[in-house]
């Protein structure tokens, strides 16, 4: 799909084109039967006529239905047929906050608390409909010129009780490297707390100018969230509060039991981090550093951790006899 600007498709005029990502490219059009702009998005050309982009982009309607809400675009409707569908999108005015962040480096603490309160009360109305993004990322996020905060592209996301898509020739792994949680990496479909690790890695990257984990190729970074626990925000911004910080990497612990409870308690620890307790917090995070640090050790080991452990009991017992038999040949 190579539309110009001027062409007609439907009904809509197209304006320009406005970019491309790893499954679709998108165009800014203007619907004169509502008098709106609004935006067309088209799967790739070698995903025309494939099943599973039809039934993503049924989904995605589906989805679309189910939301409305200030800080989510809004989806009105699946054009063409099962050979060239495409979905007519809000279009929203602004910036992705991945075009910001490349602009201001990073973020102060008010601005990226504000624009992750607006984040997280979006994922916690999605949350309560069940509907779960699992791909939330800067380039999914327009900010508008008033600080709105919108989230876009449902095209992932996981309906609770939908059957599962064999997604053709795209990898059955879904999710961006840099924001996966583990258990996402691992291949687990994914759920709130998957949409809070992500959001928490976001405002990471906002508060702190870089992700928590690099490296050169997607797979050396993927490793890292599942093996590692990140550095704290303090060591690339000292200025950053103690108490935002805090919060922010509550959201990214490994295992998803320890992360915030629901995306409510997350927002709601967002829009007070005064009354976090940063101590408590505090303590927990290096309870699990520390456990991550001696997970990496037993790893070294290459055996698994109940091996270890007999292989320690087996030297332990082995000392205690050595020691009674020293102390009865002693007596002798």
């Not at 992932?156 to 009780?161: L, R, S, T």
């Not at 990214?252 to 967002?270: D, H, K, N």
């Amino acid at each position: 799909m190579n539309l110009q600007a001027g062409e007609q498709i439907d009904g809509y005029t197209v304006l320009q084109k406005l970019g491309q990502g790893g499954m679709s490219e998108v165009y800014r059009a203007e619907d004169a039967q509502h008098r709106r702009e609004v935006v067309l998005k088209f799967p790739h050309e070698d995903m025309m006529g494939d099943p599973a982009t039809y039934e993503r982009f049924r989904r995605e309607v589906k989805i679309g239905t189910i939301l409305t809400h200030p800080n989510i675009q809004k989806l009105y409707e699946l054009k063409g047929d099962t050979r060239a569908p495409y979905l007519v999108l809000e279009y929203v005015e602004g910036q992705t906050l991945r075009e910001v962040l490349r602009h201001e480096h990073r973020l102060g603490d008010d601005r990226a608390r504000q624009i992750g309160v607006q984040l997280a009360e979006a994922l916690s109305y999605a949350h309560t409909r069940h509907v779960f993004h699992r791909d939330l990322k800067p380039e999914n996020i327009i900010i508008t010129a008033d600080g709105q905060a919108k989230v876009m592209d449902f095209g992932i996301a996981f309906v609770e009780g939908a059957r599962r898509i064999t997604w053709g020739s795209l990898s059955s792994q879904v999710g961006t490297p840099d924001y996966m949680a583990p258990e996402q990496i691992k291949g687990v479909r994914g759920d709130a707390r998957t949409d809070i690790y992500a959001l928490g890695t976001i405002l990471y990257e906002c508060l702190a100018g870089r992700l928590p984990y690099r490296g050169d190729n997607p797979l050396v970074i993927m490793n890292q969230h599942v093996t590692m626990s990140p550095p704290p925000i303090h060591q690339w911004y000292q200025h950053v509060s103690p108490a935002l910080e805090e919060v922010v990497m509550k959201a990214l612990r490994r295992e998803p039991q320890g992360r915030w409870p629901s995306m409510q308690a997350f927002m709601a620890a967002l829009e007070h981090p005064e009354g976090v307790d940063v101590a408590g917090l505090q303590a927990e995070r290096l309870v699990q550093e520390r456990a991550v640090a001696s997970g990496r050790v037993l790893e070294e080991f290459g055996l698994p951790l109940w091996q270890i452990i007999l292989i320690v009991v087996a030297i332990l017992l082995a000392l205690i006899v050595i020691g009674i038999l020293a102390q009865l040949a002693h007596r002798a």
